[in-house]
């Protein structure tokens, strides 16, 4: 199954109602059991550290964090074996990036392949077992932990085709004058006014 960046949540819908879209729990002549829905919704929130969600909530009033785990938890409820997922840390924070990495690691130990595609260094790093470098949309290498070099400068190389001796070279360049600024600009949830997105103090 693949998650992809953009997720395939409908955000009108319920939490239960999403985790089994497309798998819904019928009795009988094809009517939905929701009792059965959100006891087994209940139980998939659980594997993904999302027992204390409201099962009734709608999606929208949740943040893309929270989302993100809730589509792997759609996908345990499919008995998955193979799961990819493409740049899934692209929009979260670094804690719900620990979060989801950790998920990884156990879906592994419960005989769930993930495949991971990322531009994250350090978390490709932190989850992955072997790691393929594509570049021009070609294979270039692949690097496996145990018995190949795992660090970032080394999968950089595979990435641009040779060392890099200052990966964050300094910058001389003179600040000049202001053209544009933007003070205490805040933007909040358009369907839960109480939740804050955006803080700004000053933006240039």
């Known amino acids: 199954m693949i998650i992809h960046q953009e997720l395939a949540l409908s955000p009108y819908m319920s939490v239960a109602e999403n985790?089994?879209?497309?798998?819904?729990?019928?009795?009988?002549?094809?009517?939905?059991?929701?009792?059965?829905?959100?006891?087994?919704?209940?139980?998939?929130?659980?594997?993904?550290?999302?027992?204390?969600?409201?099962?009734?909530?709608?999606?929208?009033?949740?943040?893309?964090?929270?989302?993100?785990?809730?589509?792997?938890?759609?996908?345990?409820?499919?008995?998955?074996?193979?799961?990819?997922?493409?740049?899934?840390?692209?929009?979260?924070?670094?804690?719900?990036?620990k979060r989801l990495l950790d998920i990884m690691l156990e879906l592994k130990k419960h005989g769930i392949t993930c495949i991971i595609i990322s531009h994250k260094l350090n978390e490709i790093s932190y989850v992955a077992d072997s790691i393929t470098v594509i570049r021009d949309g070609k294979t270039i290498e692949t690097l496996e932990k145990g018995r190949d070099e795992f660090t970032e400068d080394r999968i950089i190389k595979g990435m641009v085709g040779r060392e890099l001796t200052n990966r964050y070279p300094e910058r001389s360049c003179e600040i000049g004058d202001t053209i544009f600024e933007v003070r205490d600009w805040n933007v909040y949830h358009p369907t839960t006014g109480s939740v804050r997105l955006l803080r700004t103090c000053r933006s240039m």
């Open 19 to 97: 985790v089994f879209l497309g798998n819904e729990q019928t009795a009988v002549r094809g009517v939905i059991d929701w009792t059965l829905t959100r006891k087994k919704a209940q139980d998939m929130l659980e594997k993904v550290g999302l027992g204390n969600e409201d099962l009734n909530a709608p999606i929208n009033s949740l943040g893309v964090g929270k989302q993100q785990l809730i589509e792997i938890a759609k996908a345990m409820a499919k008995k998955v074996e193979l799961l990819i997922l493409d740049e899934p840390t692209a929009a979260l924070n670094d804690e719900e990036s």
